[in-house]
């Protein structure tokens, strides 16, 4: 039996549903696709653009702080917004803006303990410009419980607001002379145990003040350096001023919280795979699979025929019906008809007389002389059982005839 190909209908097209390059092109573009798909969930987090209209320094908006980090920027102080946690560990300047008492704000104290800190206090109850994308429309001033809670339990504050008509901010006698603000209108002020006022209105209310004797600063303003404040030059420049003496000596940096804001993202495996060190290996595994995939696809060398059902000549008729006996279970009387075989072929060859029956037939070929006796072969045959010992007598007596007749 062999294989046989079925004809084509009349008029029906040799082809598939799809060409080869109609494939290739299918599978490179679901390969790019989940490529992509992998790279955007892995950066996803960096790439919000957090223009919400929040109070935080991604925010273009009027309570924002983008405004203050382009200046810093354009002026070389290498300000940097932060969304990982860890990096928070730095001796730098950070500027952390909790949007509302609700912000937990514990772990951020414990990992800046000892190190220069700003507390920026939300001030501005806003909602969202129809018209202008991350712009944002006043409402109202916040609850005072908002700004009281930022730092509740740890350190009580109490928040209040005052006209201040616009009037020049007041700084202590050590603070540079270039800081010098006018008063935002109203002017949010703090107050509370163990606080050291920095710069005060003109009533002698707290504004900025040092909690403590740590480095951890408290604004309880934040027109002075939100994006309303930057609008102005003169608050613009005491603004820049105003973190460069709150910073660390020799810091080489300002950083700006977002975390607090909802911006913040762990450490993910999956970007680990794309940065490096690890970007090699991510290269290397791609790379395996894309030739793997080739070798997959691609033929290399001439097309093998298929073997067929059944095959021709001797051999295939030898397997077949050895295959048959096996499967029959016959293959333990094959010794003496083998036997049988070999003596008729001995007469034939040997000249035995046709008078001359078993024993005495064995008994003559026996005479012929040789390495081994004829009865003793022809016994081996008669007692074989398994199918080895009956394949060893087997070619014991065809070696026994080819020696004597060759």
Known sequence: MSDVAIAAPSGASSGGAFTTRTVAILIAVGILTFVGMLVLGAYAPDLRSGRNGGAHALSNAAIGYSGIVRLAEATGRNPQIVRDPRKLDTEDLVVLTPEAAATDMT??????????????LPKWETVADRFHPGWVRF??????????????????????????????????????????????KPVQTISGPDLTPLITDDQRHIVLAQIGEQPFYVLADPDLL?????????????????????????????????????????????????????????????????????????????????????????????????????????????????????????????????????????????????????SDLAEQARVATDPRAMLHAAQALHHWLWEKSR
């Open 107 to 120: 772990k951020m104290i414990e990992i800046r303990q000892g190190k220069p800190t700003l507390v920026i």
């Open 139 to 184: 409402v109202d001033l916040k609850s005072i419980s908002e700004p009281d809670g930022v730092l509740a339990l740890k350190n009580v504050l109490k928040t209040r607001r005052y006209s201040s008509g616009g009037r020049p901010l007041v700084g202590v006698s050590w603070l540079p002379a270039a800081i010098r603000f006018r008063g935002p």
């Open 226 to 374: 939100s994006n309303i404040g930057m609008r102005d030059a003169g608050q613009a420049r005491a603004a820049l001023e105003l973190l460069d003496f709150l910073n660390a000596t020799g810091a080489k940096s300002i950083v700006f919280d977002v975390t607090l804001n909802g911006f913040g993202h762990g450490a993910s495996p999956l970007k680990l795979a794309f940065d490096p060190p690890f970007l090699a290996m991510t290269l290397a595994i791609a790379i395996a699979v894309l030739l793997a995939g080739i070798q997959a696809t691609a033929r290399f060398g001439a097309t093998r025929r298929r073997a067929r059902a059944i095959a021709f000549g001797k051999t295939a008729l030898i397997d077949n019906t050895a295959a048959l006996v096996r499967k029959a279970g016959r293959h333990g009387t094959l010794g003496p008809r083998y036997l049988d075989l070999v003596r008729e072929r001995a007469r034939t060859v040997f000249g035995v007389p046709s008078r001359l029956r078993d024993q005495a037939y064995d008994a003559y070929l026996d005479r012929l002389g040789g390495r081994a006796r004829f």
